[in-house]
């Protein structure tokens, strides 16, 4: 028999339409928060019951709504967000879509019981499983908004059965609020489960929400992070390398306020993150980035949480450099000139020393005759023409003067605060390797190919190729296409000539297609340039002269990211007096 086309029935629209919107508990939180924001609420008030399965219910002190309209507030596609095209291009909003309440009454019990400024009570509406019950009536209640939700899914048996426990989705409904809590510190939030209240923060400012929501951990370790470049201004913080964690449960990205996961900001944070953290760890953000909205599509997905830029490359980069910047200055215990120290953290959560870290021996060991000769000149120029200062001398030096070894691995130093213990191999390599860069990025050197490497590529492979061939070429890429399925690799960069080109090519391409950035070839070079510096920097067990360990607290002072080696280890430790003192029970 032949099909036969007919239209569904609104109500299978819209649990059809629920089915991206309210993905579980925590989708109504967000959703009903983000409403609630819009309407200028500085008081939220979320209870829930058995993890929102059972209830949520959420009150705000918002402008409410006037009770002429609250049939159409349930209604799909209604919303006082947008009216046009242009609109919508340039949405200001959380939210715009006219899709959230009506997907909500779909599948559960839901009343709204609101009240405008100029109304003398409150009005009511009743919706059951898409259908409204009754009409709207007068009410009790203060003015702004409660939405009430119960049952959720009880319409559509087979969605309730993938919900969890109720623990679980409790654990879902809180991280939302947090992520909306910290994108607006000014509005007040207590959250309530099972007649009991589980978090309360106060209205202030984002350094308060920052401290309430992340705790102690990343108050210690936090670095601020203010950038503005035209139409980009990025605010928050950071956390220092030496704070990673194992998983990313504490990046928290706003874009004009919403939370979002992007993958042009994920990459950038990345890479800005990849010269002082090992690859396995991940730092804590709160991270805020305004932008012109017609410059960022967020009606990309219903659930609002992903966005799209006009200018993806700009945005990566600026995001690169400004988290590079943050850490360049703050990724430590400064080591400038006139600045005091701040006692270091106790550094548990860092990941286990590479393997070369007890490697004994005193031998530079380069990778070949042209590394050689360059970390032999760079070595010269620390060693030459220092001068050893009396370690009694007052000074002001920031790591102040070597006093002597402890079993040829640590520097003991004494600067005005007390002692300083530096790990000189850790520190050595970070010297070198910023040396390095600094020359790479005076000008990438090509290698040309005697017989140019035959590249089999897909049409978009072919496509991004023609659409980058400037870019590649300016990165040491010269390519030729053979034909609708083949790349010929001409040149490449020199330092690389041992990786693999082909792989190294296709993941530049995608590089450049998904956020306009470089970021795999540089990390690539980096790494190389890395492994030249591990290899070249002093090894343990090798004795130093006071001239040559001052030479290298010299060069850490002037060095950027001098404070972790390329692991994210502490290339040196601060004990003060007062530290001393402790140890020995002093003035007790």
């Keep these: 028999m032949r099909p036969v086309i007919a239209a569904l029935p609104d109500t299978l629209i819209s649990q059809i339409a629920a089915g991206e919107v309210v993905e579980r508990p925590a989708s109504v939180v967000k959703e009903v928060l983000e409403n609630a924001i819009d309407a200028g609420a500085q008081a939220i008030t979320i209870r829930l019951e058995e993890g929102g399965c059972q209830r949520i219910s959420i009150q705000d002190d918002g402008f409410g709504i006037e009770h002429q309209q609250l049939n159409l507030a349930v209604l799909r596609h209604a919303t006082s967000k947008i009216k046009s095209l242009s609109d919508l291009e340039s949405v200001a909003s959380l939210g715009f879509r006219g899709e959230a309440l009506a997907s909500i009454a779909s599948v559960s019990r839901?009343?709204?019981?609101?009240?405008?400024?100029?109304?003398?009570?409150?009005?009511?509406?009743?919706?059951?499983?898409?259908?409204?019950?009754?009409?709207?009536?007068?009410?009790?209640?203060?003015?702004?908004?409660?939405?009430?939700?119960?049952?959720?899914?009880?319409?559509?048996?087979?969605?309730?059965?993938?919900?969890?426990?109720?623990?679980?989705?409790?654990?879902?409904?809180?991280?939302?609020?947090?992520?909306?809590?910290?994108?607006?510190?000014?509005?007040?939030?207590?959250?309530?489960?099972n007649g009991k209240v589980i978090e309360r923060w106060s209205a202030g400012n984002i350094e308060q929400r920052v401290d309430a929501i992340l705790g102690q951990e990343f108050h210690e370790s936090r670095i601020a992070l203010e950038s503005t470049s035209g139409v980009l201004s990025l605010r928050g913080f950071i956390s220092k390398p030496t704070a990673s964690r194992a998983r990313a449960d504490q990046q928290y990205s706003f874009v004009n306020g919403r939370f979002i996961r992007d993958k042009v900001i994920q990459h950038a944070i990345r890479s800005a993150y990849q010269d002082v953290l090992h690859g396995d760890r991940q730092p804590m953000?709160?991270?805020?980035?305004?932008?012109?909205?017609?410059?960022?599509?967020?009606?990309?997905?219903?659930?609002?949480?992903?966005?799209?830029?006009?200018?993806?490359?700009?945005?990566?980069?600026?995001?690169?450099?400004?988290?590079?910047?943050?850490?360049?200055?703050?990724?430590?215990?400064?080591?400038?000139?006139?600045?005091?120290?701040?006692?270091?953290?106790?550094?548990?959560?860092?990941?286990?020393?590479?393997?070369?870290?007890?490697?004994?021996?005193?031998?530079?060991?380069?990778?070949?005759?042209?590394?050689?000769?360059?970390?032999?000149?760079l070595f010269t120029q620390i060693n030459a023409n220092t001068i050893t200062h009396s370690p009694e001398q007052d000074s002001d030096l920031p790591l102040g003067h070597a006093l002597a070894q402890i079993h040829g691995i640590y520097i003991l130093a004494q600067n005005k605060h007390g002692l300083v213990l530096i790990d000189m191999h850790a520190a050595h390599e970070r010297v070198l390797y910023e040396k390095l860069k600094e020359d790479l990025s005076t000008g990438i050197k090509i290698q040309q190919l005697l017989v140019p490497i035959v590249m089999h590529a897909t049409e978009l492979e072919i496509g991004k190729a023609e659409e980058h061939r400037q870019t590649l070429a300016q990165l040491g890429f010269d390519l030729a296409t053979l034909s609708p399925?083949?790349?010929?690799?001409?040149?490449?960069?020199?330092?690389?000539?041992?990786?693999?080109?082909?792989?190294?090519?296709?993941?530049?391409?995608?590089?450049?297609?998904?956020?306009?950035?470089?970021?795999?070839?540089?990390?690539?070079?980096?790494?190389?340039?890395?492994?030249?510096?591990?290899?070249?920097?002093?090894?343990?067990?090798?004795?130093?002269?006071?001239?040559?360990?001052?030479?290298?607290?010299?060069?850490?002072?002037?060095?950027?990211?001098?404070?972790?080696?390329?692991?994210?280890?502490?290339?040196?430790?601060?004990?003060?007096?007062?530290?001393?003192?402790?140890?020995?029970?002093?003035?007790?």
């Excluded at 609101?114 to 059951?128: G, L």
């Excluded at 259908?131 to 087979?158: E, K, R, W």
């Excluded at 600026?318 to 953290?345: C, D, M, W």
Aim: charged share 20%; net charge negative; with cysteine.
């Design 110 to 193: 839901l009343s709204i019981t609101t009240r405008t400024p100029e109304d003398d009570h409150a009005w009511q509406i009743q919706v059951n499983g898409g259908q409204t019950v009754g009409d709207v009536s007068p009410s009790s209640g203060n003015v702004g908004t409660t939405i009430d939700v119960q049952d959720l899914y009880f319409n559509t048996p087979a969605r309730r059965k993938f919900l969890k426990s109720a623990s679980t989705e409790l654990g879902h409904c809180l991280d939302v609020v947090r992520r909306i809590a910290l994108s607006r510190p000014d509005i007040g939030f207590a959250i309530w489960h």
């Design 485 to 588: 399925t083949q790349l010929a690799i001409r040149t490449i960069p020199s330092l690389l000539q041992k990786s693999d080109p082909v792989m190294l090519l296709r993941n530049l391409l995608n590089d450049l297609d998904l956020t306009g950035s470089k970021a795999v070839l540089d990390a690539a070079q980096h790494e190389r340039l890395a492994t030249q510096a591990c290899h070249a920097a002093v090894r343990a067990h090798r004795l130093l002269t006071l001239t040559e360990m001052d030479a290298l607290l010299r060069q850490m002072e002037q060095t950027q990211r001098a404070d972790q080696c390329n692991h994210g280890r502490p290339t040196w430790v601060q004990l003060t007096i007062q530290d001393l003192d402790k140890l020995f029970l002093r003035g007790r």
């Design 285 to 377: 953000i709160v991270l805020s980035l305004e932008i012109d909205p017609q410059l960022v599509d967020v009606n990309v997905h219903p659930a609002k949480t992903e966005v799209r830029f006009r200018e993806g490359g700009a945005v990566h980069q600026f995001v690169y450099k400004a988290i590079q910047n943050a850490l360049s200055t703050g990724g430590g215990e400064h080591i400038h000139e006139n600045t005091e120290f701040v006692r270091p953290h106790t550094f548990t959560s860092i990941s286990s020393p590479p393997a070369w870290a007890g490697e004994a021996g005193n031998q530079f060991l380069p990778l070949n005759q042209n590394s050689k000769h360059d970390i032999d000149r």
